[in-house]
């Protein structure tokens, strides 16, 4: 079993839809959880942390659930400018900070 | 402005050449990576530092050799061993062992071997 696991999609949806991803991770211990975006050819950026509680930025929410060892994105009124691909990343406990990726979720936004 | 440069954005190098890729930051951050990413394939770890003078392998450090003689620079060279250097180099940063901060990317430099 992979140690981060999402469904590659890809997810093609109208303007203005609400989509969301799921990942999940094998390591119970996991302590630090992120999603990045990454355009085509370009550098992944950093989107959001995960928080325990729950967190909200403008359009996008992201959730952890620990008992069940997923976090989840969700965005709210798609735009064409949300076309990317999703990265979920998890940070382990240990002293060498590794994070470890998630082969991303691609997501087409289309008029 | 601060960030974290990576030069040159395109390499093209022949088959049994070494390369010598770039990765400059001013965020004085303690720790860098450098990362392969290929084709429908996620990130992979080649090797990390999280001190000047000291780094580590990560999971596929076969073929690669780097350097970190200063905090700003992180050079990665990519040897004649590495048997499918073709990809994309990503370095990216992490400002300290304590930090709950994640790592921040340079743009990338892509590799290709002829």
């Known amino acids: 079993r992979k140690e981060v696991e999402q469904d590659p999609g890809p997810f093609n949806v109208p303007e203005g839809a609400t989509v969301a991803f799921n990942c999940t991770y094998s390591n119970s211990a996991s302590q630090s959880f992120f999603w990045y975006r990454q355009d085509c050819r370009k550098e992944p950026k950093l989107l959001m942390s995960?928080?325990?509680?729950?967190n909200e930025d403008g359009r996008f929410t992201a959730q952890l659930n620990r008992a069940s060892q997923y976090i989840s994105l969700l965005i709210r009124d798609s735009k064409l400018s949300d076309s990317a691909t999703y990265l979920c990343?998890?940070?382990?406990?240990?002293?060498?900070?590794?994070?470890?990726w998630g082969l991303g979720t691609s997501l087409a936004v289309n008029p | 402005d601060g960030g974290i440069t990576q030069s040159p954005k395109y390499l093209f190098r022949k088959e049994g050449q070494n390369v010598t890729l770039s990765c400059e930051q001013n965020?004085?951050?303690?720790?860098m990576y450098w990362y392969r990413q290929d084709p429908g394939q996620g990130l992979r770890l080649i090797y990390y530092s999280q001190i000047v003078n000291d780094f580590q392998k990560g999971d596929i450090a076969e073929g690669y050799s780097v350097s970190r003689e200063k905090k700003e620079s992180f050079p990665l060279t990519v040897t004649s061993a590495q048997k499918n250097p073709t990809a994309f180099y990503l370095c990216?940063?992490?400002?300290?062992?304590?930090?709950?901060?994640?790592?921040?990317f340079g743009p990338g430099t892509r590799l290709t071997v002829l």
């Open positions: 990216a940063s992490h400002p300290s062992l304590g930090s709950t901060d994640t790592q921040y």
């Open positions: 965020l004085n951050h303690d720790a």
């Open positions: 995960v928080y325990s509680s729950g």
């Open positions: 990343v998890v940070r382990n406990a240990g002293n060498n900070r590794k994070l470890i």
